[in-house]
């Protein structure tokens, strides 16, 4: 059964969260990863002009690369979080806006180079919704990369995650898990011709690691619409 996403009350649990990890004295940075000085960085994204990041948050990783002469916006679905970010990064260049993901990639005319989330969006949209419109709003070979955890072994599909502290008003939403090689599969499909899917160890044995996945898209024109979405990890 698809995940029944309240967009209102995940807007609501998004802006407490935006009030409680807003840091008025936070630099730009940019990292794919929990740990700090670990992994991979915006080499990632290759050499983009023009950039989006959905789900974008405290917009740090936006205002970096808008400090070093990239086009770059972020769209947020927390109008709490915007309006922070948009006042702390203004004079950076970076962009920032207001929106349900899903809603926003569907009105939007504009082409660009990559589109990414660290822990963002992409973690908390159908995958099967959300890729094939990422896809349409890409140029041919430009990239969509994104990190989240991996998923729990077994805990496949959409999971149900009720803000932190199980106490209080019911605030929930829900966040997308699959193996590697389903998420490889889900790009594919949804009209991207490279896909590769990792696991990257933690710095400490045992910690959480981290998944980052990179997709790119092929030349032909994409079509939006719905790509079936595995309820469970599939067959991967
Ligand atoms: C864990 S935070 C992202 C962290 C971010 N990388 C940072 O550095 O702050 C997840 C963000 O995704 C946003 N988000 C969740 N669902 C969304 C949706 N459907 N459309 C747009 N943004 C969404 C939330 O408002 C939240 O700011």
Known sequence: MPALHDIAAETELWDTYATSVFDPQAEPSFRWTQYEGHGPGPELLGDPERVLEVGCGTGRAVAYLAGRGVKAKGVDL???MVGKVSEKWAGTGAEFVCAEVLEYLGDCTETCDAVYSMFGAVWFTDPGRLFPLIAARLRPGGVLVFSQPPAIPGAYGPQGMY???FAGRAMYTYRYSYRPRVWEHLLLRAGFT???A???DAPE???IPTLIVRGVRGPGAATPGRTPTPPTGGPG
């Open 205 to 207: 044995p045992g910690h």
């Open 163 to 165: 803000k932190g502290g």
């Open 78 to 80: 927390s109008p709490v």
């Open 198 to 200: 990792r696991v990257l």
């Open 194 to 196: 490279e896909a590769e």
